[in-house]
């Protein structure tokens, strides 16, 4: 199912993208569009220098041992996925890339994906 869902957002992302920027084509012109592209992959790569790559084994070697991560592993997991979002051409990805850096959406994420966690780890309890 995982494996189903991930193609069919790896086809349906671009697709969407490619027909968000067609459109855009028409309210102003294709120079601005790639300027916009080229800006937020800037920030992004700015925005990612910081951050350490070795954030996912970390969190899965925390979910091996039964172990929900830090919240601020997530925070900074969440704000790589950001910056990976940003370095993506589109406007989609580039909306939810710089949604991420917004702390209050930061933080509801957090929560959704501990609570996700906790489910996973705790698949008997009734929540």
């Not at 991930?6 to 671009?14: A, C, Q, S």
């Not at 309210?27 to 790569?45: D, N």
């Not at 084994?57 to 172990?67: A, I």
């Not at 950001?82 to 509801?108: H, K, M, N, S, W």
Request: glycine share 6%.
């Amino acid at each position: 199912m995982i494996r189903l869902s991930l193609i069919l957002l790896l086809f349906f992302v671009p697709v969407l993208e490619i027909l968000i920027l067609m459109q855009l084509n028409y309210i102003m012109p294709l120079s601005t569009i790639f300027l916009q592209c080229v800006v937020t992959l800037a920030a992004g790569v700015w925005l990612m220098q910081g951050e350490n790559f070795s954030l996912w084994t970390l969190v899965e070697s925390e979910l091996h041992n039964k172990r929900l991560p830090a919240e601020e592993v997530l925070a900074d997991l969440l704000l790589l996925g950001g910056g990976v979002l940003l370095i993506v051409p589109g406007l989609l990805t580039d909306a939810l890339g710089l949604a991420i850096f917004i702390p209050a959406v930061r933080q509801e994420c957090i929560q959704l994906i501990r609570k996700r966690m906790k489910k996973s780890l705790n698949p008997a309890s009734p929540n």
